[in-house]
């Protein structure tokens, strides 16, 4: 009995566009979800906290008495942590701060002509929304992801929003409000889901006790695909950082690769979800029985079992068999894999060539593991082959820029016959005048 099932494309000429078509993918219906939580977010667009409260009651089973987390709960959540999550959250975060400062941008002065400048300046988003999961897995580390790379940019406010628990009094975890502290984010607010999205994309004029909520500028942070749904519904009105689906894995290994690892990075992302997707493109047969014999052991081993197992043998994994590394590249990139491991012999060389990722693992010790919580990278990527066109979350995602340009009369009248002829040719003479009339006396 096998866990993957396996597309043998050696020999097969297939365009670009046949290969894509031929790799497993996950299915997400976000149309489906779109029309299920468009209700919910115009009511909380309309209604405010109530309408958040009352789907807190039918989504997760419990009303918050508060929607605003106090800044008692969350220190008390930091005093009760357990000290080795505290330590390893710290250094977590330690590493993300070390990555996110030095990706920050400085100003950048460029003088087009004597006394025509053009200077980029990367100015940080005002107010951001950062959504922390709480469903099958509570995620402290997608704080961490969320918040450092918000704080390196220079953003002036953060509100973080998690599901409220019925175990918790209604509050989100205490894993979650205990990292929130670490990093010092005030604002929590006990939602979740497609409500949460729509209170951050909205605001509130009061979540209870007289005090509101203002509406954020950009929405970040991973979620189920009703979360995906909601963040596609209020992006007309907010930004946000992408519509990421199930998670991925792939990995290129060629017979020199150890078994054991691959499997077992295989089943670390297949725990997430049985939507997960699980990919391993290799031209070796041999290392694909090895890694079936593993799985074999592996699998049950696993503390979620039946949930790797389903995604495992689930339409988005399988084994895709190639004549040699050069054909496993074209085909990892035309995948686009959210998470990219590279086991072949000469990895940094091979990882060197990857166009498309949202992030590449290399060499036999670098598992995606390391990046979910250790790396110092970031783990909020891009799923669904949209690494083909966007990266992942990090401090430029907090970033925007505006040219400022300052031209004094000679380097204006430079470019005087440039802007007025084009002008011309587009048909917007007023265009043409607003340079020529600084001309005239």
Same mark, same amino acid.
């Not at 958040?52 to 008692?72: I, K, Q």
């Not at 025509?116 to 929304?129: K, N």
């Given at each position: 009995?096998?866990?993957?099932? $396996?597309?043998?494309?050696?020999?097969?000429?297939? &365009?670009?566009?046949?290969?894509?078509? +031929?790799?497993?993918?996950?299915?997400?219906?976000?149309?489906?979800? #779109?029309? +299920?939580?468009? !209700?919910?977010?115009?009511?909380?667009?309309?209604?405010?906290?109530?309408?958040?409260?009352?789907?807190?009651?039918?989504?997760?089973?419990?009303?918050?008495?508060?929607?605003?987390? !106090?800044?008692?709960?969350?220190?008390?959540?930091? /005093?009760?942590?357990?000290?080795?999550?505290?330590?390893?959250?710290?250094?977590? #975060?330690?590493?993300?701060?070390?990555?996110?400062?030095?990706?920050?941008?400085?100003?950048?002065?460029?003088?087009?002509? !004597?006394?025509?400048?053009?200077?980029?300046?990367?100015?940080?988003?005002?107010?951001?929304?950062?959504?922390?999961?709480?469903?099958?897995?509570?995620?402290?580390?997608?704080?961490?992801?969320?918040?450092?790379?918000? %704080?390196?940019?220079?953003?002036? %406010?953060?509100?973080?929003?998690?599901?409220?628990?019925?175990?918790?009094?209604?509050?989100?975890?205490?894993?979650?409000?205990?990292?929130?502290?670490?990093?010092?984010?005030?604002?929590?607010?006990?939602?979740?889901?497609?409500?949460?999205?729509?209170?951050?994309?909205?605001?509130?004029?009061?979540?209870?006790?007289?005090?509101?909520?203002?509406?954020?500028?950009?929405?970040?942070? !991973?979620?189920?695909?009703?979360? $995906?749904?909601?963040?596609?519904?209020?992006?007309?009105?907010?930004?946000?950082?992408?519509?990421?689906?199930?998670?991925?894995?792939?990995?290129?290994?060629?017979?020199?690769?150890?078994?054991?690892?691959?499997?077992?990075?295989?089943?670390?992302?297949?725990?997430?979800?049985?939507?997960?997707? &699980?990919?391993?493109? =290799?031209? &070796?047969?041999?290392?694909?029985?090895?890694?079936?014999?593993?799985? /074999?052991?592996?699998?049950? %081993?696993?503390?979620?079992?039946?949930?790797?197992?389903?995604?495992?043998?689930?339409?988005?994994?399988?084994?895709?068999?190639?004549?040699?590394?050069?054909?496993?590249?074209?085909?990892?990139?035309?995948?686009?894999?959210?998470?990219?491991? #590279?086991? =072949?012999?000469?990895?940094?060389?091979?990882?060197?060539?990857?166009?498309?990722?949202?992030?590449? *693992?290399?060499?036999?010790?670098?598992?995606? &593991?390391?990046?979910?919580?250790?790396?110092?990278?970031?783990?909020?990527?891009?799923?669904?082959?949209?690494?083909?066109?966007?990266?992942?979350?990090?401090?430029? =995602? *907090?970033?925007?820029?505006?040219?400022?340009?300052?031209?004094?009369?000679?380097?204006?009248?430079?470019?005087?016959?440039?802007?007025? =002829?084009? +002008?011309?040719?587009?048909?917007?003479?007023?265009?043409?005048?607003?340079?020529?009339?600084? *001309?005239?006396?």
């Amino acid at each position: 009995m096998t866990y993957l099932s $396996v597309t043998d494309l050696r020999g097969a000429a297939l &365009s670009r566009a046949q290969l894509a078509a +031929a790799l497993p993918r996950a299915d997400v219906d976000v149309e489906s979800a #779109i029309a +299920a939580v468009r !209700p919910v977010v115009e009511d909380v667009a309309h209604r405010g906290a109530e309408a958040v409260l009352e789907a807190s009651e039918r989504f997760d089973g419990v009303r918050p008495a508060h929607l605003r987390v !106090p800044e008692t709960a969350l220190a008390a959540a930091l /005093a009760r942590l357990d000290p080795a999550i505290r330590a390893a959250l710290e250094d977590a #975060i330690a590493r993300v701060r070390a990555v996110s400062e030095a990706d920050a941008r400085p100003d950048e002065r460029v003088e087009v002509v !004597p006394g025509g400048i053009v200077t980029q300046r990367w100015i940080p988003v005002r107010r951001v929304g950062l959504y922390a999961p709480g469903g099958r897995a509570v995620l402290p580390s997608s704080v961490v992801m969320n918040v450092v790379p918000a %704080q390196a940019a220079g953003v002036e %406010q953060i509100v973080l929003a998690s599901p409220p628990q019925k175990e918790f009094d209604g509050l989100p975890h205490p894993t979650i409000l205990a990292a929130c502290a670490l990093l010092g984010v005030t604002e929590v607010i006990a939602a979740g889901g497609a409500q949460a999205i729509a209170l951050l994309a909205h605001g509130a004029e009061d979540l209870g006790g007289g005090t509101g909520l203002d509406p954020v500028d950009l929405v970040t942070g !991973p979620g189920n695909v009703y979360v $995906v749904a909601a963040k596609r519904l209020v992006s007309s009105r907010v930004g946000i950082d992408a519509e990421a689906g199930p998670t991925e894995i792939a990995i290129l290994a060629d017979a020199e690769a150890d078994a054991r690892f691959v499997a077992a990075d295989l089943i670390s992302q297949a725990e997430h979800d049985p939507l997960a997707a &699980s990919i391993l493109v =290799t031209d &070796s047969e041999e290392l694909l029985g090895r890694v079936e014999e593993q799985l /074999a052991i592996q699998v049950p %081993q696993a503390e979620h079992a039946a949930r790797v197992e389903e995604a495992l043998r689930g339409v988005q994994s399988g084994a895709i068999l190639v004549e040699d590394v050069e054909r496993g590249l074209e085909v990892v990139d035309v995948y686009g894999a959210e998470h990219l491991e #590279i086991q =072949t012999a000469d990895a940094s060389a091979v990882a060197a060539r990857v166009s498309n990722a949202g992030a590449v *693992f290399v060499g036999p010790h670098s598992p995606v &593991s390391l990046g979910d919580y250790a790396a110092g990278s970031n783990h909020v990527l891009p799923t669904g082959g949209t690494s083909r066109s966007t990266g992942g979350l990090g401090t430029q =995602t *907090f970033l925007r820029g505006i040219h400022v340009v300052e031209y004094d009369r000679e380097a204006l009248a430079g470019a005087r016959a440039t802007a007025t =002829t084009l +002008a011309a040719a587009e048909g917007l003479p007023s265009h043409g005048r607003a340079v020529d009339i600084r *001309f005239e006396r």
